[in-house]
Protein backbone atom coordinates (compact mmCIF):
# COMPACT_ATOMS: atom_id res chain seq x y z
CA UNK A 1 0.00 0.00 0.00
CA UNK A 2 1.01 3.80 -0.27
CA UNK A 3 2.32 5.29 2.44
CA UNK A 4 -0.49 6.37 5.28
CA UNK A 5 -0.78 10.48 5.17
CA UNK A 6 -2.44 12.45 7.54
CA UNK A 7 -4.54 14.11 4.20
CA UNK A 8 -5.95 10.30 3.94
CA UNK A 9 -6.78 10.09 7.46
CA UNK A 10 -8.44 13.16 7.40
CA UNK A 11 -10.42 11.85 4.25
CA UNK A 12 -10.77 8.24 6.63
CA UNK A 13 -12.34 10.35 9.01
CA UNK A 14 -14.31 12.36 6.97
CA UNK A 15 -15.69 9.23 5.31
CA UNK A 16 -16.60 7.02 8.29
CA UNK A 17 -13.88 4.59 7.29
CA UNK A 18 -12.38 3.03 10.25
CA UNK A 19 -8.73 3.79 11.52
CA UNK A 20 -6.74 1.39 12.91
CA UNK A 21 -3.73 1.92 15.11
CA UNK A 22 -1.50 -0.11 17.49
CA UNK A 23 0.89 0.70 19.94
CA UNK A 24 4.09 -0.84 19.07
CA UNK A 25 7.89 -0.89 20.47
CA UNK A 26 9.99 -2.75 18.27
CA UNK A 27 10.98 -3.00 14.28
CA UNK A 28 10.30 -6.96 13.90
CA UNK A 29 6.12 -5.89 15.19
CA UNK A 30 6.08 -2.78 13.32
CA UNK A 31 7.00 -5.02 9.93
CA UNK A 32 4.15 -7.56 11.12
CA UNK A 33 1.70 -4.78 11.73
CA UNK A 34 2.64 -2.51 8.87
CA UNK A 35 2.46 -6.25 6.60
CA UNK A 36 -1.31 -6.63 7.98
CA UNK A 37 -2.57 -3.24 7.46
CA UNK A 38 -2.81 -1.19 10.35
CA UNK A 39 -2.90 2.38 9.76
CA UNK A 40 -1.40 3.92 12.66
CA UNK A 41 1.57 2.47 14.54
CA UNK A 42 1.87 4.78 18.36
CA UNK A 43 5.02 4.44 20.27
CA UNK A 44 3.21 4.34 23.43
CA UNK A 45 4.83 5.44 26.70
CA UNK A 46 2.98 2.07 28.16
CA UNK A 47 6.17 0.29 27.15
CA UNK A 48 6.62 2.02 30.75
CA UNK A 49 4.20 -0.33 31.83
CA UNK A 50 4.50 -3.37 29.14
CA UNK A 51 8.21 -3.60 28.65
CA UNK A 52 9.55 -2.08 31.55
CA UNK A 53 7.45 -3.34 34.46
CA UNK A 54 6.78 -0.04 35.82
CA UNK A 55 3.23 0.39 37.49
CA UNK A 56 2.61 3.41 35.42
CA UNK A 57 3.73 5.60 32.33
CA UNK A 58 5.13 7.95 34.91
CA UNK A 59 9.23 7.19 35.11
CA UNK A 60 9.56 6.85 31.53
CA UNK A 61 12.38 8.88 29.76
CA UNK A 62 12.38 10.91 26.57
CA UNK A 63 15.75 9.07 25.33
CA UNK A 64 13.81 5.59 25.60
CA UNK A 65 11.07 7.09 23.68
CA UNK A 66 13.61 8.07 21.25
CA UNK A 67 15.12 4.36 21.03
CA UNK A 68 12.33 3.03 20.73
CA UNK A 69 10.88 5.19 18.20
CA UNK A 70 13.62 4.42 16.15
CA UNK A 71 13.29 0.66 16.39
CA UNK A 72 9.99 1.05 15.21
CA UNK A 73 10.91 3.25 11.90
CA UNK A 74 13.44 0.69 11.06
CA UNK A 75 10.82 -2.13 10.71
CA UNK A 76 7.79 -0.26 9.55
CA UNK A 77 7.28 0.91 5.75
CA UNK A 78 3.70 2.71 5.44
CA UNK A 79 2.02 3.06 8.41
CA UNK A 80 2.10 6.50 10.37
CA UNK A 81 3.94 6.59 12.96
CA UNK A 82 3.17 8.50 15.98
CA UNK A 83 5.47 8.95 18.83
CA UNK A 84 4.19 9.60 23.08
CA UNK A 85 5.81 13.01 24.95
CA UNK A 86 6.63 10.96 27.93
CA UNK A 87 5.76 12.70 31.26
CA UNK A 88 7.97 15.82 32.07
CA UNK A 89 9.54 16.21 28.60
CA UNK A 90 6.71 19.06 27.69
CA UNK A 91 4.64 20.21 30.62
CA UNK A 92 7.83 23.07 31.42
CA UNK A 93 6.76 24.86 28.32
CA UNK A 94 6.17 25.00 24.68
CA UNK A 95 10.07 25.52 24.51
CA UNK A 96 10.69 22.52 26.06
CA UNK A 97 7.98 20.17 24.26
CA UNK A 98 9.25 21.70 20.65
CA UNK A 99 12.80 20.20 21.78
CA UNK A 100 11.35 16.85 23.16
CA UNK A 101 9.12 16.41 19.88
CA UNK A 102 12.32 17.63 17.91
CA UNK A 103 14.17 14.36 19.47
CA UNK A 104 10.97 12.56 18.86
CA UNK A 105 11.17 13.56 14.90
CA UNK A 106 14.24 12.88 14.13
CA UNK A 107 14.03 9.57 15.65
CA UNK A 108 11.36 8.86 12.86
CA UNK A 109 8.46 10.09 14.47
CA UNK A 110 5.59 11.55 12.40
CA UNK A 111 3.37 13.36 14.79
CA UNK A 112 3.34 13.48 18.21
CA UNK A 113 0.94 12.54 21.14
CA UNK A 114 0.65 14.93 24.16
CA UNK A 115 -2.16 14.45 27.35
CA UNK A 116 -4.08 16.94 28.44
CA UNK A 117 -6.60 19.95 27.66
CA UNK A 118 -6.41 23.62 28.45
CA UNK A 119 -2.86 24.31 29.25
CA UNK A 120 -1.69 22.05 26.26
CA UNK A 121 -3.02 24.42 23.71
CA UNK A 122 -0.26 26.45 23.61
CA UNK A 123 1.58 23.85 23.06
CA UNK A 124 -0.27 22.19 20.34
CA UNK A 125 0.15 25.52 18.66
CA UNK A 126 3.79 26.34 19.05
CA UNK A 127 4.33 22.79 17.77
CA UNK A 128 1.63 22.24 14.88
CA UNK A 129 2.80 25.94 13.56
CA UNK A 130 6.43 24.81 13.19
CA UNK A 131 5.57 21.86 10.94
CA UNK A 132 4.94 18.83 13.62
CA UNK A 133 1.87 17.08 13.76
CA UNK A 134 0.47 16.55 17.45
CA UNK A 135 -2.09 13.78 18.22
CA UNK A 136 -3.96 15.36 21.48
CA UNK A 137 -5.07 12.52 24.78
CA UNK A 138 -7.82 13.51 26.30
CA UNK A 139 -10.06 11.24 28.82
CA UNK A 140 -8.38 9.18 30.63
CA UNK A 141 -4.57 10.09 30.64
CA UNK A 142 -1.88 7.53 32.54
CA UNK A 143 0.59 10.30 33.03
CA UNK A 144 -1.75 11.98 35.51
CA UNK A 145 -2.96 8.53 36.61
CA UNK A 146 -1.71 9.68 40.91
CA UNK A 147 -3.92 12.99 40.64
CA UNK A 148 -6.75 11.40 39.03
CA UNK A 149 -6.80 8.89 41.80
CA UNK A 150 -6.98 5.42 39.48
CA UNK A 151 -7.58 3.66 35.95
CA UNK A 152 -11.13 5.32 35.60
CA UNK A 153 -13.69 6.59 33.27
CA UNK A 154 -13.38 10.00 32.46
CA UNK A 155 -16.71 12.63 31.68
CA UNK A 156 -19.52 10.33 33.32
CA UNK A 157 -21.41 13.89 34.93
CA UNK A 158 -22.56 16.54 32.32
CA UNK A 159 -20.17 18.87 33.44
CA UNK A 160 -17.21 16.72 32.90
CA UNK A 161 -18.63 16.13 29.57
CA UNK A 162 -18.84 19.32 28.37
CA UNK A 163 -15.25 19.93 29.45
CA UNK A 164 -14.03 16.76 27.71
CA UNK A 165 -15.99 18.93 24.42
CA UNK A 166 -14.59 22.00 25.30
CA UNK A 167 -10.83 21.11 25.55
CA UNK A 168 -11.23 19.09 22.19
CA UNK A 169 -12.41 21.41 20.08
CA UNK A 170 -9.54 23.80 21.65
CA UNK A 171 -7.25 21.69 20.71
CA UNK A 172 -8.06 20.90 17.39
CA UNK A 173 -8.12 24.60 16.75
CA UNK A 174 -4.98 25.30 18.31
CA UNK A 175 -3.56 22.79 15.28
CA UNK A 176 -4.09 19.13 16.88
CA UNK A 177 -4.63 16.76 13.72
CA UNK A 178 -5.68 14.00 15.54
CA UNK A 179 -7.03 13.02 18.91
CA UNK A 180 -7.37 10.02 21.17
CA UNK A 181 -9.97 9.74 23.63
CA UNK A 182 -9.45 7.25 26.75
CA UNK A 183 -11.74 5.82 28.92
CA UNK A 184 -15.05 7.85 28.34
CA UNK A 185 -18.87 6.97 27.88
CA UNK A 186 -19.24 5.99 24.21
CA UNK A 187 -22.12 8.88 23.94
CA UNK A 188 -19.67 11.46 24.77
CA UNK A 189 -16.95 10.16 22.23
CA UNK A 190 -19.74 9.49 19.63
CA UNK A 191 -20.52 13.51 19.90
CA UNK A 192 -16.74 14.82 19.91
CA UNK A 193 -15.59 12.74 17.06
CA UNK A 194 -19.14 14.03 15.07
CA UNK A 195 -18.02 17.64 15.75
CA UNK A 196 -14.21 17.44 15.21
CA UNK A 197 -12.85 17.65 11.43
CA UNK A 198 -9.87 15.71 12.46
CA UNK A 199 -9.56 11.43 13.38
CA UNK A 200 -10.63 10.55 16.97
CA UNK A 201 -8.95 7.32 17.95
CA UNK A 202 -10.89 5.73 21.02
CA UNK A 203 -9.51 3.31 23.35
CA UNK A 204 -12.32 2.12 25.47
CA UNK A 205 -14.11 4.95 24.11
CA UNK A 206 -17.01 3.06 22.12
CA UNK A 207 -17.42 2.00 18.74
CA UNK A 208 -18.34 5.66 17.00
CA UNK A 209 -15.12 7.41 17.50
CA UNK A 210 -13.06 7.35 13.81
CA UNK A 211 -11.13 4.67 14.86
CA UNK A 212 -9.50 2.33 17.24
CA UNK A 213 -6.47 2.09 19.31
CA UNK A 214 -5.08 -0.97 21.69
CA UNK A 215 -2.02 -1.81 23.47
CA UNK A 216 -0.78 -4.86 21.46
CA UNK A 217 0.47 -7.03 24.21
CA UNK A 218 -3.15 -6.49 25.69
CA UNK A 219 -4.56 -7.49 22.40
CA UNK A 220 -2.04 -10.63 22.21
CA UNK A 221 -3.68 -11.50 25.48
CA UNK A 222 0.23 -11.46 27.22
CA UNK A 223 -0.93 -8.65 30.00
CA UNK A 224 -0.94 -10.92 33.46
CA UNK A 225 -3.76 -9.33 35.53
CA UNK A 226 -7.37 -9.15 34.27
CA UNK A 227 -7.48 -7.11 31.76
CA UNK A 228 -9.30 -3.67 31.42
CA UNK A 229 -12.90 -4.32 29.97
CA UNK A 230 -12.24 -2.62 26.56
CA UNK A 231 -9.58 -5.42 25.95
CA UNK A 232 -10.06 -7.95 23.47
CA UNK A 233 -7.61 -10.85 22.97
CA UNK A 234 -7.14 -11.09 19.68
CA UNK A 235 -5.11 -14.40 19.71
CA UNK A 236 -8.50 -16.52 20.70
CA UNK A 237 -8.95 -18.54 18.00
CA UNK A 238 -6.39 -17.10 15.97
CA UNK A 239 -3.35 -19.09 13.77
CA UNK A 240 -0.75 -16.83 14.96
CA UNK A 241 0.65 -13.23 16.17
CA UNK A 242 -0.22 -11.95 12.22
CA UNK A 243 -4.00 -13.45 11.88
CA UNK A 244 -4.18 -11.68 15.61
CA UNK A 245 -3.59 -8.32 13.89
CA UNK A 246 -5.42 -8.88 10.62
CA UNK A 247 -8.26 -10.01 13.12
CA UNK A 248 -8.03 -6.89 14.87
CA UNK A 249 -7.61 -4.90 11.22
CA UNK A 250 -10.83 -6.69 10.27
CA UNK A 251 -13.00 -6.25 13.51
CA UNK A 252 -12.01 -2.67 13.54
CA UNK A 253 -12.68 -1.68 10.07
CA UNK A 254 -16.52 -3.93 9.69
CA UNK A 255 -17.25 -2.34 13.37
CA UNK A 256 -17.41 -5.60 15.48
CA UNK A 257 -14.85 -4.19 17.82
CA UNK A 258 -15.63 -2.40 20.10
CA UNK A 259 -18.72 -4.39 21.39
CA UNK A 260 -21.43 -1.88 23.05
CA UNK A 261 -22.11 -5.16 24.87
CA UNK A 262 -18.97 -5.82 26.25
CA UNK A 263 -16.08 -3.79 25.62
CA UNK A 264 -17.60 0.04 26.04
CA UNK A 265 -18.93 2.41 28.95
O1 LIG B 1 0.85 4.76 25.61
C1 LIG B 1 -0.15 4.25 25.06
O2 LIG B 1 -0.22 3.03 24.83
C2 LIG B 1 -1.27 5.11 24.72
C3 LIG B 1 -2.51 4.50 24.14
C4 LIG B 1 -3.21 3.66 25.16
C5 LIG B 1 -3.43 5.49 23.55
O3 LIG B 1 -1.18 6.30 24.91
NA1 LIG C 1 0.60 6.93 26.14
Known sequence: ?????????????????KITMLTCYDSTFARVLDQAGVDCLLVGDSLGMVLQGESSTVPV????????????????????LISDLPFGSYQESPEQALR????LMQAGAQMVKLEGGGWTIAT???????GIPVCAHLGLTPQSVHALGGWRIQGRDERAAATLREHA?????????????????????????????IPVVGIGAG????GQVLVLHDMLG?????????VRDFTQGSSGIEDA?????????TVSFPDPALHCY
Open 124 to 130: VRCLSER
Open 222 to 230: LTPAQPPRF
Open 1 to 17: RKPVTLPRLRDMHRAGE
Open 245 to 253: VSRYVDAVR
Open 169 to 197: LALADAGAAMLVLELVPSAVAAAITRELS
Open 207 to 210: PDCS
Open 61 to 80: MLEQMAYHTRCVARGNRTAW
Open 100 to 103: SATA
